[in-house]
């Protein structure tokens, strides 16, 4: 059965964009997936603990061998990949901040980077693969090819290659200039922004197109 992980992981709330656009690419998911089922984790609103010396060697010390920390550790572990491996999709709202992935998002994928949960111990590969992993992407200001801040987004750069080694696989959909409408030093790019952000829109809408016919 087809089977939805949402993940939202902007602190903005109702004025966030990332949370505008996956809840739209979840109302598409749903209509081209009737039989299918959704699990939607916030990232944001309920905060995964980040791994500390208390906690963090679960993944690297023997279960036997875990202490109390380690053992819950472990167990949260557990819950996040199989909410992973029960998903035919998983969808993540990636907002950019300070040039960078939300620290929350970075949490969630050290927990799910687990050997034999996640990762084949002998052989390093990720056990997670074969799912669609979307990505849906947002940056305040512009970060392309010839803008003064091209490359400065370091989100999406790093995500593919921590997610390999799960095996995920992400596509982006990115929508830039989102903090014009609300930054009057940007009035003049709030046309740009609405045709980018209307491209995306479109791009998302036909995502499961294929799905009705």
Avoid: C
């Avoid at 557990?78 to 969808?91: D, H, K, N, P, Y």
């Avoid at 982006?172 to 609405?194: C, D, H, K, Q, Y």
């Amino acid at each position: 059965m087809a089977h939805l992980l949402h993940l939202d992981s902007s602190i903005t709330g109702d004025r966030s964009v990332s949370r505008k656009l996956t809840a739209r690419a979840a109302d598409a998911w749903r209509a081209a997936h009737p039989g299918g089922t959704v699990v939607h984790r916030d990232l944001a609103r309920d905060p995964l603990p980040h791994l500390d010396a208390e906690s963090g060697l679960a993944r690297a010390v023997p279960a036997e061998q875990h202490t109390p920390a380690q053992e819950a550790s472990w167990r949260l572990t557990e819950e996040l990949v199989g909410e992973v491996r029960e998903a035919t999709t998983v969808l993540l709202g990636l907002p950019l901040y300070n040039f960078g992935a939300p620290s929350v998002v970075k949490s969630w994928l050290d927990h799910l980077i687990a050997p034999g949960l996640s990762v084949d111990p002998a052989t390093r590969a990720g056990l997670l693969g074969g799912r669609e992993f979307l990505v849906l992407a947002t940056r305040g200001g512009g970060y392309g090819e010839g803008t003064p801040r091209a490359g400065w987004d370091h989100a999406e750069a790093w995500l593919p290659h921590a997610f390999s080694q799960i095996g995920l696989e992400p596509r982006f959909i990115v929508t830039e200039l989102t903090l014009a409408e609300s930054t009057p030093a940007m009035a003049g790019l709030r046309g740009l922004a609405a045709e980018n952000r209307a491209a995306s829109e479109r791009e998302i809408d036909a995502l499961w197109a294929p799905a009705h016919a």
